[in-house]
């Protein structure tokens, strides 16, 4: 049965089907996760991308490995909650999506915000954000949607012993990726377009020439606009001041672990060492990717600019990059190297397996697996292979599954309620 059938089945069965799903639901309760059908259903910005036929599409689960046997024993790892902060541009989709097939194998209760994709960006965290947790759990387990930090907010949310991740990015690759993603809905940035427009130059140039002139500090819908890594973990991003060093010494002792993007590979071994993880449940493809049409290749001048603008970020990353090599050197770098070039072959291994093609433009891709696109950028995706047993594409599609379509798949299949459409930036 070709995947195509899988997610070609439209409005007029879309009734039919949730029936089947609800009565299926009831009968497999309790039942191994690799005996049921679960369903999963494409949601889009339709402002953005065409509409998606409203649809829920059978997607077989995948086991965590073929046998019962070897699924049972990774069951056996102890499972903590976890708070991953997703920030801004930085690789994030991919380390979600890690974590949001972790969750749905183990059937973790997610932390999800109140019917969209994030906790009400840009304000900061708060528990009011948060959907109720179901009937039938004792507590959430995984927190991983786009927020603005507040520790005393969240940590009322989660319990105790939640272990607390992030992830951050050579701050002038950020920046440049949040400009070009962001450029149309950043009021400082789409100022700066404007003006770029009418003086016949790029956008991002204009706004580096003279990023005072287009930002507004106090306008919220500017927190991305100057140091947004230092504003998504929720310190004061415009202009250094004396609370800082606190700030950082307590974000220092949250953090279980700050991942750096530049060493991503080696971030996933310390991730896996610190929640019992192995090479395959560690394994990637890299999510939400842009065309390489739509990055700016910035020469010394305009870097430098962007490292003037973004110091408080060099601050935020220069001090968590140390504290990552002082972990490592905990690790051992002779163990993390061997991890790192395991994990590698293994990733390698199952995008052989999965992936026929890569880099794909929006318009090849099938609802399911297109991501979200933005007036000011193309996002690439994945075409899953064909010919695959159901299992393998149960995992292998949900390797690959852009964020918004998973991220309400896993909404649907917690709370039996569809999400309203939202970007998910």
């Given at each position: 049965m070709g995947l195509r059938w899988l997610w070609r089945h439209r409005a007029s069965a879309l009734l039919a089907a949730l029936l089947i799903f609800l009565l299926l639901t009831l009968l497999a309760t309790h039942s191994l996760q690799n005996n049921r059908t679960h369903e999963l259903r494409p949601t889009s910005d339709r402002r953005s991308q065409r509409k998606a036929a409203?649809?829920?599409?059978?997607?077989?689960?995948?086991?965590?490995?073929?046998?019962?046997?070897?699924?049972?024993?990774?069951?056996r790892r102890a499972q903590v909650p976890v708070v991953f902060l997703k920030t801004h541009r930085t690789g994030s989709s991919t380390v979600q999506n890690i974590l949001f097939r972790l969750g749905e194998r183990e059937s973790a209760t997610f932390a999800f915000p109140h019917r969209t994709y994030q906790f009400n960006y840009p304000d900061?965290?708060?528990?009011?954000?948060?959907?109720?947790?179901?009937?039938?759990s004792s507590q959430f387990d995984l927190l991983c949607s786009h927020m603005r930090l507040d520790l005393p907010q969240v940590r009322k949310v989660m319990p105790e012993n939640t272990v607390f991740i992030t992830?951050?990015?050579?701050?002038?690759?950020?920046f440049e990726s949040v400009f070009r993603y962001h450029t149309s809905t950043v009021p400082a940035f789409l100022s700066a377009r404007r003006a770029a427009a009418s003086e016949g130059k790029p956008a991002l140039k204009a706004f580096l020439d003279s990023p005072e002139t287009f930002w507004d500090p106090k306008e919220p819908g500017?927190?991305?606009?100057?140091?947004?890594?230092s504003f998504d973990m929720g310190l004061n991003n415009q202009k250094w001041n004396g609370s800082w060093p606190e700030d950082l010494a307590q974000l220092e002792e949250a953090f279980h672990l700050v991942m750096i993007a530049e060493h991503f590979d080696e971030s996933l071994v310390l991730l896996g060492a610190l929640l019992g993880l192995e090479h395959e449940d560690l394994a990637y493809l890299r999510l939400n990717a842009r065309a390489k049409n739509s990055v700016t290749e910035l020469d010394e001048n305009m870097r430098a600019k962007v490292r003037s603008w973004n110091v408080l970020d060099t601050l935020l990353y220069d001090f968590f990059a140390q504290v990552f090599w002082e972990k490592a050197g905990q690790f051992g770098l002779d163990r993390l190297k061997a991890e790192a070039e395991k994990l590698r072959e293994s990733t390698e291994r199952i995008r052989r397996r999965c992936v026929s093609r890569e880099s794909v433009p929006p318009a090849e891709l099938e609802d399911l697996l297109r991501p979200r696109q933005t007036e000011s950028v193309t996002v690439v995706g994945f075409e899953v292979r064909g010919n695959l047993s159901l299992q393998d594409q149960g995992f292998c599609v949900r390797?690959?599954?852009?964020?918004?379509?998973?991220?309400?798949?896993?909404?649907?299949?917690q709370y039996g309620r569809d999400m309203r459409a939202a970007p998910a930036d």
């Amino acid at each position: 049965m070709g995947l195509r059938w899988l997610w070609r089945h439209r409005a007029s069965a879309l009734l039919a089907a949730l029936l089947i799903f609800l009565l299926l639901t009831l009968l497999a309760t309790h039942s191994l996760q690799n005996n049921r059908t679960h369903e999963l259903r494409p949601t889009s910005d339709r402002r953005s991308q065409r509409k998606a036929a409203e649809k829920h599409t059978p997607i077989p689960h995948q086991p965590a490995k073929h046998t019962p046997t070897a699924r049972a024993e990774r069951r056996r790892r102890a499972q903590v909650p976890v708070v991953f902060l997703k920030t801004h541009r930085t690789g994030s989709s991919t380390v979600q999506n890690i974590l949001f097939r972790l969750g749905e194998r183990e059937s973790a209760t997610f932390a999800f915000p109140h019917r969209t994709y994030q906790f009400n960006y840009p304000d900061r965290f708060r528990v009011a954000f948060v959907d109720e947790l179901p009937e039938a759990s004792s507590q959430f387990d995984l927190l991983c949607s786009h927020m603005r930090l507040d520790l005393p907010q969240v940590r009322k949310v989660m319990p105790e012993n939640t272990v607390f991740i992030t992830l951050l990015r050579d701050p002038i690759e950020t920046f440049e990726s949040v400009f070009r993603y962001h450029t149309s809905t950043v009021p400082a940035f789409l100022s700066a377009r404007r003006a770029a427009a009418s003086e016949g130059k790029p956008a991002l140039k204009a706004f580096l020439d003279s990023p005072e002139t287009f930002w507004d500090p106090k306008e919220p819908g500017n927190g991305l606009a100057k140091n947004p890594m230092s504003f998504d973990m929720g310190l004061n991003n415009q202009k250094w001041n004396g609370s800082w060093p606190e700030d950082l010494a307590q974000l220092e002792e949250a953090f279980h672990l700050v991942m750096i993007a530049e060493h991503f590979d080696e971030s996933l071994v310390l991730l896996g060492a610190l929640l019992g993880l192995e090479h395959e449940d560690l394994a990637y493809l890299r999510l939400n990717a842009r065309a390489k049409n739509s990055v700016t290749e910035l020469d010394e001048n305009m870097r430098a600019k962007v490292r003037s603008w973004n110091v408080l970020d060099t601050l935020l990353y220069d001090f968590f990059a140390q504290v990552f090599w002082e972990k490592a050197g905990q690790f051992g770098l002779d163990r993390l190297k061997a991890e790192a070039e395991k994990l590698r072959e293994s990733t390698e291994r199952i995008r052989r397996r999965c992936v026929s093609r890569e880099s794909v433009p929006p318009a090849e891709l099938e609802d399911l697996l297109r991501p979200r696109q933005t007036e000011s950028v193309t996002v690439v995706g994945f075409e899953v292979r064909g010919n695959l047993s159901l299992q393998d594409q149960g995992f292998c599609v949900r390797m690959m599954l852009p964020e918004l379509q998973y991220h309400s798949h896993l909404y649907f299949k917690q709370y039996g309620r569809d999400m309203r459409a939202a970007p998910a930036d």
